[in-house]
């Protein structure tokens, strides 16, 4: 009868009873597999290498990094040093390309003035069969020409020509609708260079033509 009554008891049950709420450090332990694991030794200096840097990454990478920084930036400047370059010689380029345009563009207009004047002189210039005598007014120093030109150009070089060339004595020649007395004006010189990037000079012909107006007015 006591027997039962003990077992009955829930106070005694409660004793018996084994707690599961609470775990100690026997309960956490992992079963032993009969193999000895060995200490680990902790110490309190830290390893220097194993520090975070603000930049992220091991040392190494860090070396890395900075000297593809260094590489971008040299190569920044060589790029930007080239884009430099070739934009001041395109600039000089231009430059240089139209002073020689405005250069020829002027003498050919002052050749094509002194061939429009050389066709009209009058008898105070043209001898026998209105062969031309003095065209000085048009290739001289101070003509037409070469007056118009000024320091553009070095070595100017300005002749007259007559086509056909009209005969020094009489009979002159006679002329019809297809066959027109021309005179020719030439104008040759060097053009300087700027810069020089074309080279030294520039050496140009310029050639104006007109019809002889006054031929057959120097006498019969």
């Known amino acids: 009868m006591l027997r039962s009554r003990l077992r009955k008891s829930p106070g005694l049950e409660r004793s018996q009873r084994k707690p599961t709420g609470a775990a100690g450090p026997a309960a956490d332990r992992p079963p032993s597999s009969g193999v000895a694991t060995p200490a680990i030794a902790v110490t309190g200096r830290a390893n220097p290498y194993s520090r975070p840097h603000p930049l992220g990454g091991s040392p190494v990478q860090q070396a890395g990094c900075g000297t ?5 930036r040299g190569q920044a400047l060589t790029e930007m040093a080239l884009t430099v370059v070739l934009c001041v010689l395109l600039t000089l380029g231009i430059v240089e ?12 207009q002052a050749t094509s ?10 008898m105070g210039s043209r001898g026998l069969c209105g062969k031309i005598t003095d065209d000085s007014a048009i290739r001289s120093p101070t003509g037409i020409v ?3 030109i000024g320091s553009m150009a070095n070595g100017v070089v300005v002749t007259v020509t007559q086509n056909p060339t009209p005969n020094t004595t009489t009979p002159c020649q006679a002329f019809s609708g297809t066959n027109i007395p021309l005179v020719i ?3 040759t010189g060097a053009i300087p260079d700027v810069f020089g990037l074309l080279g030294s000079t520039i050496s140009f012909t310029r050639t104006a033509t007109f019809r002889d107006e006054a031929r057959g007015l120097g006498g019969t």
Do not use: C, E, K, P
């Not at 593809?68 to 971008?72: A, I, S």
């Not at 390309?97 to 050919?108: D, K, M, Q, R, S």
């Open 97 to 108: 390309f139209g002073y020689v345009f405005l250069a020829l563009n002027l003498i050919t």
């Open 185 to 187: 004006v030439t104008t």
């Open 113 to 122: 003035a002194g061939a429009r004047a050389a066709s009209v002189h009058q």
């Open 146 to 148: 070469r007056s118009q």
């Open 68 to 72: 593809h920084r260094t590489n971008q």
